[in-house]
């Protein structure tokens, strides 16, 4: 399976211009660390042609928040909440339409 996790550093508020540039740093660094390291036991899930794709940013209380962001097993999602609340991640609650799970 392919891990790939995504730093949005557009957010729904707008911090300090010299905050901002800390913050999104630290968002790619953490998605960096996520894809690389915690989420390296996906490597070997499924087929080699799977995917995982995973949205992190910040809400308004500079929480960093997560989304998985396409279909994939109740198992691997599942591993993903555990994995990224271990780090004190939130689950991303949103009602935007770009979001693509299959046939719910």
Not at 7 to 32: C, G, H, W, Y
Not at 61 to 68: A, N
């Amino acid at each position: 399976m392919t891990v790939t996790v995504l730093a949005i550093t557009e957010t729904d508020f707008v911090p300090d211009i010299s905050l901002s540039k800390i913050m999104n740093e630290r968002l790619k660094q953490a998605a960096a660390e996520l894809q690389d390291i915690h989420l390296q036991a996906m490597l070997s899930v499924g087929q080699p042609k799977d995917d995982l794709v995973i949205y992190i940013s910040y809400n308004p209380k500079y929480t960093i928040r997560f989304r998985v962001v396409n279909d994939v097993p109740e198992e691997v999602e599942n591993f993903v909440a555990y994995t990224c609340g271990n780090l004190g991640y939130i689950k991303w609650k949103t009602n935007v339409v770009n979001i693509f799970k299959g046939n719910e």
